[in-house]
């Protein structure tokens, strides 16, 4: 005898076994549950999402003979149901039985009495198939069914059926499940059938699934066979021809820092490997869009594939709206895909050209430093050397103005220390929501310091002090930056209604700090609290465009007219 699929084999039967639908499952158990059921149900939804299992388990649930608990499992009608044998449950496939003498003839048995139960049901699965002539019969029983006869009606193509045919049905919209939900599920069925597979793999086919749970049980069906009931997420790329996410974030870096030679090796490899990269390319896209959620957000729970540290690296090597630029391209690529001749090419090209696009708009911290390190140090050689030189140069040039280079201003685990030690969460719950107004400031004159009061997120608060947390060194290096660091003093002061010193730290050192604090306050080693100044008013002023209007032509030659 063959192997039952595992789709299958854990079918729901009863409502509570449904996964996902919740409002569905509740909407149709109370309606069975007192006695309020419909002549006519439309399902409509993606694939795999539970559609036919719901029309089956509806049927059963009106013939029960255990109302109040329906489906029961236990009475004639149930055991008769389940067996696939109750004479007055029908399911039509309509791909099958599509032409109008099908639906006549249907019409004609819908007339009889039941045989066993208390309802005739009618399922009919992928119903948008009926023909013209056969949808049209179909309404007119739909029209004034007999009192015994409720049909179901299921289809993932709603908008094929006539609009009188869905106005007569009560509908309801199945959702694809979510990824959570798909991945607790196939741990537990993993369980119950002695499969080896951890978290990260049944992720991953949760991801591959897009939300249908028959496709996530039919694919760890596949892997259990191949992989000998010992699922990883190895097995699961050799079979599907997929990449890993770090993978993918290689090829985002070699792209982003324009390193043609990684990528063309890299997207070779894929192609010899048979790596699908239209699907490839959907992961691309949701690395991009998970970098963009996660500067705003910070929260890795509502990533797609992400987890926290890989959104950091990836926001290491670029910023949010190189991000963004880089899915909207490569979701406009997925049209391109279809009308070429080779898809290896055509994601070559859309790789080459996303990367030519990059080199202006992403830095990256490593590259820079690398090259500085090659060329040794000559204690007189002050201005650099010209890009090129041609034959037309002057033999003895003109210096170039030096570019000042920002002050590195990495805070120390003690100083970092010293500032928890006096931060407490109430000071963080009145300051939080007053630091998170700084996204609705959209003056172009604030842009200086909205654009990096953005990349930082409060991390902890106290009477003196806001510790900022950021993703990146730089972003952290520059709000530490003494000039930068008195101009946002006074801009959150004027703007943002808080009057504390800022100091800025990035995630790793949050995290290693957050460590040390806990183990030296258990040890009772918490260093004293640092000493807070704050800036002097006549310090430091951020201007407004008034006072930069009366600077520029002099205070005597300007009038304010309004305001």
Do not use: W
């Not at 009495?113 to 739909?142: C, F, N, R």
């Not at 069925?189 to 249908?212: F, H, N, P, T, W």
């Amino acid at each position: 005898m063959s192997k039952l699929a595992l789709y299958q084999k854990y079918r729901s039967s009863t409502f509570e076994e449904v996964v996902g639908q919740e409002y569905i499952v509740r909407s149709i158990k109370n309606a069975v549950r007192t006695g309020k059921i419909g002549h006519a149900y439309l399902f409509c939804g993606p694939r795999g999402t539970g559609k036919t299992t719901m029309a089956r388990i509806l049927a059963k649930s009106v013939n029960c003979q255990d109302t109040a608990n329906a489906p029961c499992e236990k009475c004639p009608d149930c055991i008769a149901a389940n067996n696939g044998t109750h004479p007055d449950i029908i399911e039509i496939n309509a791909a099958n039985e599509t032409h109008v003498e099908d639906i006549r003839d249907l019409i004609e048995r819908a007339k009889l009495s039941p045989m066993q139960g208390h309802h005739k049901i009618y399922i009919i699965d992928e119903v948008h198939q009926l023909s013209s002539a056969a949808s049209s019969a179909l309404l007119k029983t739909l029209e004034e069914p007999p009192e015994h006869v409720i049909f179901v009606l299921a289809t993932t193509d709603p908008q094929k059926l006539l609009p009188t045919i869905i106005s007569r049905c009560q509908r309801y919209d199945f959702s694809r499940v979510n990824k959570v939900q798909i991945t607790d599920h196939l741990l537990n069925i993993a369980e119950k059938e002695k499969i080896q597979m951890d978290r990260k793999a049944a992720e991953m086919i949760a991801v591959l699934s897009e939300g249908g749970m028959r496709d996530a049980l039919s694919i760890m069906d596949q892997c259990a066979a191949y992989t000998s009931d010992h699922i990883t997420i190895e097995d699961i790329e050799n079979i599907y021809g997929l990449s890993t996410t770090d993978g993918k974030l290689k090829l985002a870096e070699s792209m982003l820092a324009c390193n043609l030679e990684d990528m063309l090796a890299r997207i070779s490899e894929y192609d010899e490997k048979g790596i699908d990269l239209a699907r490839y390319t959907d992961g691309l896209i949701d690395i991009f869009k998970d970098g963009v959620i996660y500067s705003y957000t910070k929260n890795a729970k509502i990533l797609k594939l992400l987890t926290a540290e890989q959104a950091e690296y990836l926001l290491g090597i670029t910023d949010a709206e190189n991000c963004m630029r880089l899915a909207e391209k490569f979701i406009a690529a997925k049209e391109f895909y279809k009308n070429a001749s080779s898809l290896t090419n055509a994601f070559e090209v859309t790789c080459l050209s996303a990367a030519v696009e990059s080199t202006n708009k992403t830095v990256i911290p490593a590259k820079p430093a690398a090259v500085v390190q090659e060329k040794p140090a000559e204690k007189k050689e002050t201005i650099p050397e010209p890009a090129v030189q041609t034959e037309f140069e002057d033999p003895e040039p003109e210096p170039e103005p030096v570019i000042p280079v920002v002050q590195q201003r990495e805070l120390p685990e003690d100083e970092i220390l010293s500032i928890l030690v006096q931060c407490n969460k109430t000071c963080k719950q009145v300051d939080e929501p007053l630091y998170g107004t700084v996204n609705m400031i959209a003056s172009a004159e604030d842009m200086k310091y909205t654009t990096l009061l953005k990349q930082a997120r409060l991390g902890a608060s106290g009477e003196d002090v806001l510790l900022l947390v950021t993703a990146e060194s730089s972003a952290a290096n520059r709000i530490n930056d003494q000039k930068m660091n008195e101009e946002l003093y006074f801009f959150i002061k004027k703007r943002l209604g808080i009057d504390k010193m800022i100091f800025a730290i990035t995630e790793s050192a949050f995290r290693s700090a957050s460590r040390e604090f806990m183990k030296k306050m258990k040890a009772g080693e918490l260093p004293e609290k640092k000493q807070i100044t704050r800036y002097a008013e006549n310090e430091v002023k951020v201007k407004s465009t008034e006072d930069k209007v009366m600077d520029l032509f002099g205070k005597e030659n300007v009038e304010i007219i309004g305001g």
